[in-house]
């Protein structure tokens, strides 16, 4: 499934670019995906980061994108007519599960055993189209991510995201020191690129909805995944741009500094690596309100020279 919503639209690219490189997919689980990528099976994995593959110590991981995991529940569930739902309302659900292997069936149950139930098993397939189907016949609530759906219809069922968010975070994984073939360390860089473009992508995030920059999915996101080329595509998407000048001499730079800084402080417990992030953009605008200064007193001397 995850070749099919982000392989196809991403690699086709790679593809034309080098048309004399030919890739090989084979279709598992998350936790499957690494134990191939640990044992040499494989050169690249894609699978959804999970505790197994962040603490391998054997795996580098790079982020490629972050969607939603929403329940899908029948209309004759009164819990389809929620705009958002908590783990904890599915207490007394039954569960349509993926197959061992695959990493979202471990972190729902993490979730519910957090929210302190464990999930009641309905049915367990590999295969999103049968439980999809099975829900849609009132048999069982599935949890997916919401992209599994775009090739699914839906007619007699409600799609209801989590509150908070369940993120479900993709990335590409490579085992650490292994000897990659020139054609694999193509792909690997190709790869590495996007993560600098999705980093840009992420830095026009909303505000969330306490009111601090980034939005609570992009701060989780981040918590998440510990990825340079994201964090440097992020913060080069927000810093300030030389040649585009302002006549307050960097006092909106050291405002946008301050503020950067304060959110910072607002974040330091619950998303520390956020935290850490926005530290740097207040670094970024501080020094840039000082070249403005500069800049602005340079100008000044030069007029005053002129007039006299």
């Not at 690249?44 to 995991?69: H, Q, R, T, W």
């Not at 061992?100 to 729902?108: D, P, Q």
Request: a negative charge; charged letters at 20%; one cysteine or more.
């Amino acid at each position: 499934m995850l070749a099919g919503l982000y392989l196809i639209s991403q690699i086709t690219p790679f593809c034309a670019d080098y048309p004399n490189i030919n890739l090989r997919f084979s279709e598992r689980g998350s936790n499957d995906i690494g134990a191939m990528v640990e044992a040499c099976q494989c050169d690249v994995g894609f699978c959804m980061e999970n505790d197994s593959i962040c603490n391998s110590g054997l795996l580098d991981a790079y982020p490629l994108f972050s969607k939603e995991i929403v329940a899908i529940i029948p209309y004759s569930n009164p819990l389809s007519q929620q705009e958002r739902v908590k783990v904890s309302d599915l207490r007394n659900e039954k569960f349509n599960f993926y197959t061992e292997g695959h990493a979202i069936k471990h972190a729902v149950f993490r979730r519910c055993q957090e929210a302190g139930f464990t999930p009641k098993i309905n049915f367990i397939s590999g295969n999103s189209s049968i439980l999809i189907n099975l829900s849609e016949h009132g048999s069982g609530i599935t949890i997916l991510p919401k992209p599994f759906l775009s090739v699914h219809k839906c007619s007699n069922l409600a799609v209801v995201p989590f509150d908070p968010i369940f993120p479900w975070n993709c990335c590409m994984i490579v085992k650490k020191g292994r000897y990659q073939s020139v054609a694999a360390q193509r792909f690997i860089t190709y790869s590495g690129s996007f993560a600098y473009c999705f980093g840009r992508v992420l830095s026009y995030a909303p505000i969330g909805d306490d009111g601090i920059f980034p939005h609570e999915m992009v701060r989780d996101y981040f918590e998440h995944t510990h990825c340079e080329k994201l964090i440097e595509g992020f913060i080069s998407g927000k810093q300030p741009q030389r040649g585009v000048h302002t006549v307050t001499g960097g006092m909106e730079e050291k405002e946008t500094s301050i503020k950067y800084r304060e959110d910072a402080s607002k974040l330091h417990i619950s998303y520390p690596h956020t935290a850490a992030i926005l530290e740097k953009l207040a670094k970024c605008y501080w020094q840039e309100s000082l070249y403005e200064q500069k800049r602005e007193l340079l100008d000044f001397r030069g007029d005053y020279l002129d007039w006299l």
